[in-house]
């Protein structure tokens, strides 16, 4: 239940070329109290409800608790979350041994481009392809619940 991630901005859409997976992602929070946020989401035609803690203060480690709803129930929550949806496409690319996860944000967020990579001890090392850029990791103005309050385009 501990997710350990760093995240990274993009620099080029060389990522699409070497993606294996494509996925839609529609989510929306029912609470975004940097203490649990809790997440309703829609990848492809599943759905999911997920609780995070808080960050440590490096923001790499944090409890995360997830599982799989019906698209209906996916739909409903969705409907009475706070105001901000995040709409993106999540494009899966192995490196060596990992798999990022990069997502390009369209609507309020479109312009905004990052990887994230999930790790299993946070002094793991990991190659860094040459499209990856800044890492933002422990900056919560990339966080997806802020996000949805404080879109990119409005920076």
Known sequence: MVEIERKFLVLSDDFIKVAFSKKRIVQGYLSTVPERTVRVRIKADKGYITIKGKSTNDGTTRLEW????????AEALLSICESGTIDKVRHEVKVGNHIY?????SGENEGLIMAEIELLREDEIFEKPHWLGKEVTNDERFYNAYLSKNPFKTW
Request: hydrophobic share 45%.
């Open 66 to 73: 997830e599982r799989e709803i019906s698209l209906a129930d």
């Open 101 to 105: 996860e990069v997502d390009v944000f």
